[in-house]
């Protein structure tokens, strides 16, 4: 990249951005160095360097290279590893959320390097010769203990030090100050090695042209002579793993060696991936031809990703409507036009089967990345991608950051998904990040949902993205060709049930008896249903139906949760525990009310527990599994209810929001929301997006393959409008609604939001420092005369505990288009916010 320069005065200088920082910090450590002459034709922007800093060696990425003065900076020390570099795009990407979400550079720039190769270099200290015959009775007792230590086991580094002698860091800094001063210990410097790095396998390659002389010379070896004439056998004489050979022969490793050392096979080591994949065996799969809408959407995008010029789609399609083929099919010509692809998908929606779909058709230039992967795996996932050997990475959103030098195809499925806001610093939003990649490398960025977040959709009907729609849902059909042939199907029936006229007819168990009856049909017929709870746990509050006293963690003050627990159970009667979801705590169901002595004093509600229970008592025959976070532990637990639903071992499935998304069940005809009401009055402006997309996608789980599939709604609200709208399956009557009500109090899109959080272990303290912000943001407002700018609260937030911390928080509303700029300048004026959580654009304000 760098012209070499003519009059050599000046020298290659890179900006260097030093991994010092840690995310919470709110500063930037980049810092110019020299490149030492030798890595001036190596280095490139991106590389994984060592620098000086202050008297250490530290990690850090080169943001920036040119040619200029150097004589005043320190010499870079090396490259970490060649291998190891952020793509320009990754670059820019960085700098772009870097800004946007007012975090450090390197705390960005460390999602784009893979995970487990972050080293640091320690102090250590030893003993010099002085030191090790020095009279250790005439030392203070600190530094006795130090250099005796040091004597016994050698070098150490300052935490093993603090970890063996104890002592505060400020009592030890002294005593090696002293023991240093006085010429006994000294110190030094270790790296330890990084956590990952590749692995290798031992592979053996015939190396000889004409077997007969060879076999000749073996005539005495006859185990030698068997192995060679098997690895002759093989034909294509390329390498193959030493384990495979041994394993085929038998062969013992004395005998290899013999070969090698006659020089009849060539023995070395080679890398291999640790792939995830290695053991999936997907079915064969044959595209189907699309349907006419598919084919008009694939079209439109692929005009841009061909023309590389950029392009922002959002593709509107129901469940089950083909979103994912068009994919499928964008991907694959993405891949032929030479170009990588990124399929970001919520981690709860990366199974094994949707995984499974896109191994079928890309085999192995899929790399995937999640959570649930070891640092090995995803190392090698990494240099895959990097490498371009992988052509298609998959993963949740941190996937964002795969090193991907030829992106040119991003899909972003299930785009209103919360979960694509990071929750802990860079407090990215994936999505948002992702539109980016189209402005500022001509990627073409696909978003697609069933029910697009109110902001997506907006910004379709205002021209920003494109609008893509598959209005109908497909239903696969083997015809008489034996290939599958699209057919409409129709959306099963929505049917509210108001649960208030349940109890004035007398009826007050979980279920409705329109619920009672349809689960009843479906039993019956040998059909599959879901019951579906917007919580975890039995049977959520515990509530005095007298006095009203609810009761709560002592440490957290939410609402605990009501468990039944068969493990401490003697008999059958299960027992009640209380379980708070913020810090853990358990504690036993009170029998009597502490605030007004009734006896009323019950569960409110119904947890999966309680409601499989209530399923099990109506119909003792029926095989019912929960799924929640409780009980689907274990790996690819996901995965093994999947299969014994589809093996109809299963008849009634009880669960929360997991199961929700991403599950194609072809048998389930009847879905049953037990009560919709949960989360309806949340303190959050998204409470009835969430709602309407949340049972909107539960409903999405009946009938994908049949008809005569209904789904059932129960709720004490039965006229709020994202219910009414679910129940039309009325996407367009919800988002009128919606953004009527947005518009009206200026919430997103028509205004941004900042949220500041901080945590306290008093509450005063809490309340005070929120007030102090408060302050000196309204003087900041006033002073500069900002319009559109208000600042709402300090208040507590609705999560008032977390962790026996106190939480307060304020939201600061600007104008829609304000820059990431202005907001900046605002932060830095407010001096440092230490404490501080400070959310951009948030998803959620609980
Ligand atoms: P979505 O992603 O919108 O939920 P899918 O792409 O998963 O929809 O499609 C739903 C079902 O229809 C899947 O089983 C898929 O294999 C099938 N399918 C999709 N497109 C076609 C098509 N053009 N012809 C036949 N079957 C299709
Ligand atoms: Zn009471
Ligand atoms: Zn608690």
Known sequence: ?????????????????????????????????????????????????????????????????????????????????????????????????????????????????????????????????????????????????????????????????????????????????????????????????????????????????DLAPALAMLRRAPRQAAALRWLAERGDRQPIALAELRDATGIDMVSVRALARRGLIALFEREVYRDPLATLTPPPDTPPPLTAAQREAYETIVSTLEAGSGGQFLLHGITGSGKTEVYLRLIARALRLGRQALVLAPEIALTAQLVRRFAARFGNQLAVLHSGLSDGERYDAWRRLRRGEAR???????????????????????????????????????????????????????????????????????????????????????????????RPLPLPPVRIVDMRRELQQGN?????????????????????????????????????????????????????????????????????????????????APVICPQCLSRRIRALGAGTQRVAEAVRELFPQARVARWDRDSATGKDAHGKLLEAMLARQIDVVVGTQMIAKGLDLPLVALVGVILADTGLYLPDFRSGERTFQLLTQVAGRAGRRSEGAQVIIQTYQPDHYALQAAREHDYQGFFREEIAFRRALAYPPFGRLIRFVIANTSEAGCRKQAERLASDLHRYISERDLAGWRLIGPAPAFFRR?????????????????????????????????????????????
């Open 392 to 486: 298609l990475a998959i993963g949740a959103r941190s996937a964002l950051f795969a090193p991907l030098p030829e992106l040119g195809l991003v899909i972003v499925d299930e785009e209103h998904e919360p979960s694509y806001k990071s929750d802990a610093a860079p407090r990215f939003h994936a999505r948002d990040a992702a539109l980016q990649l189209a402005e500022l490398a001509g990627v073409t960025v696909v978003l697609g949902s069933a029910t697009p977040s109110v902001e997506s959709f907006y910004a379709a009907r205002n021209g920003h993205l494109r609008l893509l729609q598959l209005p109908e849902r497909i239903g696969g059909q083997i015809g008489a060709d034996g290939l599958v042939h699209a």
């Open 1 to 209: 990249m760098v012209a070499p320069s003519v009059a050599d005065t000046t020298a290659l200088v890179a900006d260097v951005a030093v991994r010092a920082a840690s995310p919470a910090c709110q500063r930037d450590y980049i810092f110019s160095y020299r490149v030492p002459e030798h890595l001036c034709p190596v280095i490139t922007a991106g590389h994984l360097v060592w620098v000086p800093f202050r008297q250490q060696q530290m990690q850090g990425v080169v943001i920036g290279l040119h040619r200029r003065q150097a004589t005043a900076l320190r010499d870079l020390i090396d490259l970490v590893d060649p291998e190891l570099s952020i793509p320009p795009l990754g670059l820019a990407l960085a700098h772009w959320v870097a800004r946007a979400y007012y975090t450090p550079l390197a705390a960005v720039l460390d999602l784009c390097l893979p995970p487990g190769i972050v080293q640091q270099a320690v102090t250590t200290w030893r003993a010099t010769s002085n030191g090790l015959n020095y009279e250790l009775g005439s030392l203070p007792e600190r530094e006795r203990s130090i250099l005796f230590y040091l004597r016994r086991y050698g070098e150490q580094s300052e935490v093993e030090l603090r970890a063996a002698l104890r002592g505060s860091d400020a009592d030890l800094r002294t005593a090696y100050r002293a023991l240093a001063e006085r010429g006994l210990i000294a110190r030094g410097m270790r790296i330890d090695p990084p956590r990952v790095r590749p692995r290798l396998e031992r592979v053996v390659q015939l190396a000889v042209a």
């Open 802 to 846: 977390q962790r026996d911390r106190w939480r307060w928080h304020l939201l600061l509303r600007v104008p829609a288009d304000t820059t990431h700029r202005e907001i900046t300048v605002a932060l830095d004026a407010l001096g440092p916010l230490t404490g501080w959580v400070i959310d951009i654009d948030p998803v959620q304000v609980l």
């Open 508 to 588: 007050n168990s979980i279920f409705s008896a329109a619920l009672q009856q349809a689960l009843a049909q479906t039993l019956e017929r040998g059909q599959q249903a879901l019951l579906f709870l917007n919580r975890r746990g039995a049977a959520s509050f515990v509530f005095c139906r007298d006095c009203g006293y609810v009761a709560r963690c002592e440490r957290c003050v939410a609402p605990l949760t009501v468990h039944y627990d068969h493990a401490t159970a003697a008999a059958s009667e299960p027992v009640n525990v209380l379980i708070c979801h913020s810090c853990g705590q358990r504690a036993a």
